[in-house]
């Protein structure tokens, strides 16, 4: 049973440009959140999608974007990239809106 | 606004010693409190969760007691192994699939 998948692991970027960042949710599970963890901090909520929809969204500008495809994996797409986006972006999926979340191992994003 | 205090920030504990965590969060809308551990270049993985209708919880070595009336709770981990060490994040949400708030995380080393 293969659990939260992220795609790619690790990738550089520089200054103002764009990046896609994609997540294979666990089996089974519809519902897909988006953090940001910094280095030495607590991940961040981004946002969160169910049946293709933006749910819930946290304090990130509007440069972050998503989308949720019918098969509920999700895509995050930063634009305009800053130093300051340097992080490990994770994704996280559960089971409706009463199952706990459960996080992939991240993408590793560097911006130069 | 940071709305959930993790301490300490770093601990050293000894094998066999127990391992204590404290959270406070000041949003009285969560309901829902977890614990994540997360190992270097890994992602975070669900350790325990707790409801405010409930004091205490225990699953092996690891126990979270829950002071609802002081808007505090806290990891215990008893027996406390060397492949314990790694970074805990307290974090709480409302309802269980809903956007995680982090603390800050505490790095415990468990020394021989």
């Known amino acids: 049973d293969a659990g939260v998948t992220q795609s790619p692991t690790h990738l550089i970027k520089t200054r103002g440009q764009q990046v896609t960042l994609r997540c294979s949710p666990k089996?089974?599970?519809?519902?897909v959140s988006w953090y940001q963890q910094a280095l030495g901090q607590g991940p961040q909520f981004i946002f969160q999608?169910?049946?293709?929809?933006?749910?819930q969204r946290g304090n990130f500008p509007d440069r972050f974007s998503g989308h949720q495809f019918p098969n509920y994996s999700s895509e995050l797409n930063v634009n305009a990239l800053l130093l300051g986006d340097s992080a490990l972006y994770l994704c996280?999926?559960?089971?409706?809106?009463?199952?706990?979340?459960?996080f992939g191992d991240g993408t590793r994003l560097s911006i130069l | 606004q940071q709305q959930v205090k993790q301490s300490p920030q770093s601990l050293i504990v000894q094998k066999g010693g127990i391992s204590i965590i404290n959270c406070a969060y000041e949003?009285?809308?969560?309901?829902?409190f977890p614990w994540y551990q997360q190992f270097p270049g890994k992602g975070p993985a669900l350790l325990i969760a707790?409801?405010?209708?409930?004091s205490e919880k225990k699953e092996g070595r690891f126990t979270i007691s829950f002071n609802k009336s002081a808007k505090q709770f806290s990891l215990h981990i008893m027996d406390s192994q060397p492949g314990d060490s790694a970074t805990y994040f307290c974090?709480?949400?409302?309802?269980?699939?809903?956007?995680?708030?982090f603390g800050t995380g505490t790095r415990l080393q468990v020394t021989l």
């Open positions: 996280a999926s559960s089971m409706g809106h009463k199952q706990p979340q459960h």
């Open positions: 089996s089974g599970h519809d519902t």
């Open positions: 999608y169910y049946e293709e929809e933006e749910r």
């Open positions: 949003n009285t809308a969560f309901d829902y």
């Open positions: 707790i409801r405010p209708d409930v």
């Open positions: 974090a709480a949400a409302t309802g269980t699939a809903s956007k995680l708030t």
